[in-house]
């Protein structure tokens, strides 16, 4: 596979996040070959650990294809981790943007450049009980579309068992050493969506399909079965209100009762 350049930043990062990768965890890599040679691309990137940033940003940099991540616009203002960001070519989201086609231009033209964009489709850390990929936002889809550039899944497991998600204390779980496992898949055939207009019922199916794909490279990581449904966070939550509604409702018809009854 030929190496592209890679730049000043992007190697100075590698000084600098490698070595602790390498002594701290062990590796377990597959599908690499399907990581483009030439050309712009899509990765769509499951999520869940603050540390798996890393542990895929490591497989993708010595595929010789780095990842310019989409990443909240806070962290380019100033400092080292300011200045990393935009001498790695990372591309800022501006999330007071409504305009989904504007906020995602700059990843169009990195991969029209020949450059990897990679997404995390789920938009924050899954909220899945048994850390399956959720429900995708539609941002990959759109770009996809726009691009037709080829969409690689990629599936990781193992940097949530050293920073679990959401857990009351951020921090390390070294030992014993754990491994990162990394796996990306072929391209998702995306070419009967192409030439459609990218309506919300397109673009969910589109988003539906690439975190399938996903998903499923994920059941191979973890050697189980996935859920035949992915976890709707909106769904849930809006359970859970309903729910809470309900109980409020219960614990107070014992008062009205009591209160009911003294007079």
């Keep these: 596979m030929s190496r592209h ?17 390498v002594v701290l965890f062990k590796r377990d ?18 999520h869940n650990s603050y540390l798996d940033p890393l542990s895929y940003a490591h497989y993708q940099y010595n595929s010789g294809r780095v990842p310019r991540f989409l990443a909240k616009s806070g962290l380019f203002k100033g400092g080292f981790v300011g200045a990393i960001m935009r001498g790695t070519g990372q591309i800022p989201v501006y999330r007071e943007s409504t305009d989904a086609a504007t906020a995602f231009r700059a990843a169009v033209d990195a991969i029209n450049r020949g450059e990897c964009v990679a997404f995390y489709p789920e938009g924050t850390l899954t909220r899945d009980p048994d850390m399956w990929p959720m429900q995708g936002k539609t ?6 579309l726009l691009t037709k550039a080829p969409v690689i899944p990629v599936a990781q497991w ?17 030992f014993p050493r754990k491994t990162l496992r990394v796996k990306a898949g072929p391209p998702v055939d995306l070419a009967e969506f192409y030439g459609q207009e990218p309506t ?34 909106r769904k849930a939550r809006a359970e859970q209100r309903r729910k809470n509604q309900q ?3 219960r ?7 009591q209160e009911d009854e003294g007079k």
């Excluded at 614990?251 to 009762?257: E, R, V």
């Design 5 to 21: 350049r890679i730049g000043f930043w992007y190697r100075l990062a590698a000084v600098i996040a490698k070595p602790p990768l």
């Design 200 to 233: 919300a019922e397109v673009l969910r199916a589109v988003t539906d399909r690439i975190m399938a794909s996903v998903t499923d490279i994920l059941a191979e990581v973890r050697d189980e079965p996935a859920p035949a449904e992915p976890y709707d966070h």
């Design 158 to 174: 193992g940097a949530n068992e050293a920073m679990p998600p959401y857990a009351k204390e951020k921090k390390l779980r070294l």
């Design 251 to 257: 614990d107070a018809k014992p008062g009205a009762t």
């Design 247 to 249: 109980m409020r409702r």
């Design 29 to 46: 890599w597959q599908g690499m070959e399907h990581i483009p040679a030439e050309g712009g691309f899509i990765t769509a990137v499951n």
């Design 139 to 144: 941002g990959a889809a759109r770009v996809a």
